[in-house]
């Protein structure tokens, strides 16, 4: 039941992701966020599970941080492999651009705690 959950719960992320292309603005930064949103909540503060961090409020550079250690594999612990398999393809390549990562993690940062 949990892996058919948390697989649900990437499909659906992942189908997000395809509605975003080219440059990222401001306007893209609440679309952009519903991948994390299966996860860490439409509020970044409500879970899907205990184990997975609230993130509102957070630190823009620590975000931005973290989704590019987790894209790189320099961070592989804890829930890690699931958030890499919505950040990065099958075949190593990022869903991301840098510029939509600064944007999600902007509007994380800006998220009330």
Known sequence: MFK??????????????????????AADAKKLYMTCAACHGKDGKTPLMPAYP???GQNKEYVLQQLKDIMSGARANG????MKGVLVTPD???????????VL????????P
């Open 54 to 56: 609230k993130i509102a």
């Open 79 to 82: 829930q890690s492999v699931a």
């Open 105 to 112: 993690a902007d509007y994380v940062s800006k998220m009330a």
């Open 4 to 25: 058919k959950k948390i697989s649900l719960v990437l499909f659906g992320s992942l189908l997000a992701l395809g509605a975003l292309t080219g440059n990222a603005s």
């Open 92 to 102: 190593g390549k990022p869903r991301f651009t840098d510029e939509e990562l600064n």
